[in-house]
């Protein structure tokens, strides 16, 4: 299926996307060399939201790399991911630190506001929840991070009265409505 408009589509049926435009448009710009492939997959992932098989397989059309040779870089980085991602990525820190002072806790509790578990999005593609180990605000335990803001001191109390703060998803969230470093 088409990742961008949601049609049938795959790229062999000529989806006229402009997101394929745009990727096309930053693949010419590029050094025609196979280390160009992991900034052409940054810049895949940043307009699509993440890397399906079909854009895989535009990409590996438009740099004349084998499929295989790109799923594999792909599944080797942490960073690239096949699956969609939800708007917001909630990161909750599994560090020492963050651990010994209630992070698990705090897991439990975004599993159950969020009626998924580490690792999964929403249904309605709000929120991606992982983990990560130590943010470097080991003071600040447990932290969780919301996109790029940090938030030290974490309850799981804290927990449904934030995620508020990221609810108006469907209308698009107004810059005013995040948190920015909040300790
Ligand atoms: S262990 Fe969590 S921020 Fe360092």
Avoid: W
């Avoid at 990727?23 to 052409?40: G, H, M, N, T, Y």
């Amino acid at each position: 299926m088409c990742p961008t408009c949601e049609c049938q589509a795959t790229c062999d049926t000529a989806c006229e996307s402009p997101l394929y435009k745009e990727l096309d448009d930053f693949i010419a710009s590029q050094p025609k060399e196979r280390d160009a492939l992991i900034p052409v997959l940054h810049k895949a992932q940043q307009l699509f939201g993440f890397l399906p098989l079909e854009v895989q397989e535009h990409v590996s059309k438009a740099m004349d790399i084998p499929v295989s040779q790109i799923l594999g870089v792909v599944t080797f980085y942490h960073y690239f991911t096949m699956q969609p991602r939800g708007r917001h990525t909630i990161n909750v820190c599994m560090g020492t630190a963050c651990y010994v002072r209630g992070a698990k806790k705090v897991v439990e509790a975004l599993e159950e506001e969020l009626k998924i578990e580490l690792g999964e999005t929403t249904p309605d593609r709000r929120f991606s929840f992982t983990s990560q180990r130590c943010f470097g605000a080991c003071g600040l335990a447990p932290v969780i991070m919301i996109n790029d803001d940090v938030h030290g001191r974490i309850t799981p109390k804290k927990i449904a009265k934030l995620l508020k703060n990221y609810g108006s998803v469907k209308s698009g969230m107004k810059k005013d409505e995040s948190f920015s470093g909040v300790f």
